[in-house]
């Protein structure tokens, strides 16, 4: 039995709970609020962050490249040509490649303030550092994102998938972060009909149909969120 603790709004947790179902892992999920330090928590991962898995009695694994790894030599074999590792080792570089520049550049320079600033904020009371959007925050994740729109419409141009030929990892790394965003309505999908193309194609996919119907509290989604042709 596979445990995820994760939070329903942390892109590294949302692209963890795709892969998990793309890979048809069932999994018990426990919504965890990092800023909140609980001490049981923090026996598992001692940085305190999300996600983490663990199944049965066996260590945790921690963080979202050790997850993908694990996840990919215990279950992605037996799912075939669904396998979202690709098999060439260039391939996989590239593959790792882009899932680094999502959980990280793409997470640190654009969707981890939105989150931060307009979702979590809502739940963390001041004493951990909950109030008011900064405005100076929000304003360079509206700059940055159109850099990154730009480098995933080029991707989306000349390949298939991200990555490659195939669907992979990278695919659902980008999604998962720019899904959040989405949600808050800060993704300039007129400015590269080629990522929308793509969002779209993995937006209609079963294992996205729970993060589409999940809500943040006093704020409804933006009007593209649930609707598959936008």
């Not at 949302?14 to 609980?38: D, N, Q």
Request: neutral net charge; proline residues 7%; charged residues 25%.
């Amino acid at each position: 039995m596979l445990t995820l603790f994760h939070h329903p709004f942390s892109p590294a947790s949302r692209f963890v709970r795709l892969i998990l179902t793309e890979y048809g892992a069932k999994s018990e999920l426990v919504i965890e609020r990092p800023w909140e330090r609980r001490r049981e928590f923090l026996l598992l991962n001692p940085a305190g962050s999300v996600p983490v898995l663990q199944e049965n009695d066996g260590p945790p694994v921690c963080g979202v490249f050790a997850i993908m790894e694990y996840l990919d030599e215990t279950r992605g074999y037996a799912v075939g040509n669904r396998r979202l590792m690709p098999d060439h080792p260039d391939a996989r570089a590239e593959t790792r490649r882009l899932v680094d520049w999502a959980v990280n550049k793409l997470d640190q320079e654009v969707v981890g303030p939105f989150v931060r600033e307009r979702v979590y904020k809502q739940e963390m009371p001041n004493s951990s550092g909950g109030g008011a959007p900064d405005s100076t925050a929000l304003r360079a994740a509206r700059a940055n994102i159109r850099h990154h729109m730009r480098y995933f419409g080029y991707l989306a141009a000349s390949r298939n998938w991200l990555a490659g030929s195939r669907l992979g990892f990278a695919d659902f790394a980008v999604a998962a972060e720019l899904s959040c965003a989405d949600y808050l309505g800060e993704v300039p999908w007129e400015d590269e009909q080629n990522v929308k193309t793509w969002y779209a194609r993995i937006k209609s996919r079963p294992s996205f149909r729970p993060l589409l119907s999940e809500k943040v509290r006093g704020m409804p989604p933006a009007a593209s969120y649930e609707d598959l042709d936008f």
